[in-house]
């Protein structure tokens, strides 16, 4: 059973940086695409990066420039690194794995999340 776990989330001011990573567990990790997801208060889930089994990145226009995803396969682990942090980055952060290598064909397990507040 594939298991996703987050870690990492806080209160950062605007402006601030954050590392929220994810353990995976009974997945061959390297295998499959990763992603991280966010539902901000009162607004639809969104696919804030996601990386390929390859490498490949993608990452919503909002975040271009701030966020870097990246992943350790021996540790099967992903990483989001949040730099310039805007209060409209508020939300809950979920891990997600794909059924695939590549991110374009969606992404089947979710981690429990993680909350991300960026507040003075």
């Known amino acids: 059973q594939v298991q996703l776990v987050e870690s990492g989330g806080g209160l950062v001011q605007p402006g601030g940086s954050l590392n929220v990573s994810c353990a995976a567990s009974?997945?061959?990790?390297?295998?499959?695409?990763m992603g991280w997801h966010r539902r901000p208060p009162g607004k639809p889930r969104e696919l804030v990066a996601a990386?390929?089994?390859?490498?490949?990145?993608h990452y919503a226009d909002s975040v271009k420039g701030r966020f870097t995803i990246s992943r350790d396969n021996a540790k099967d682990t992903v990483f989001l690194q949040m730099n310039n942090l805007k209060p409209e980055d508020t939300a809950v952060y979920y891990c997600?794995?794909?059924?695939?290598?590549?991110?374009?064909?969606?992404?089947?397990?979710w981690g429990q999340g993680t909350q991300v507040t960026v507040s003075s």
């Open positions: 990386i390929s089994a390859s490498g490949t990145t």
């Open positions: 997600t794995q794909s059924y695939y290598s590549h991110y374009d064909r969606g992404f089947a397990y």
């Open positions: 009974g997945t061959r990790f390297s295998l499959y695409a």
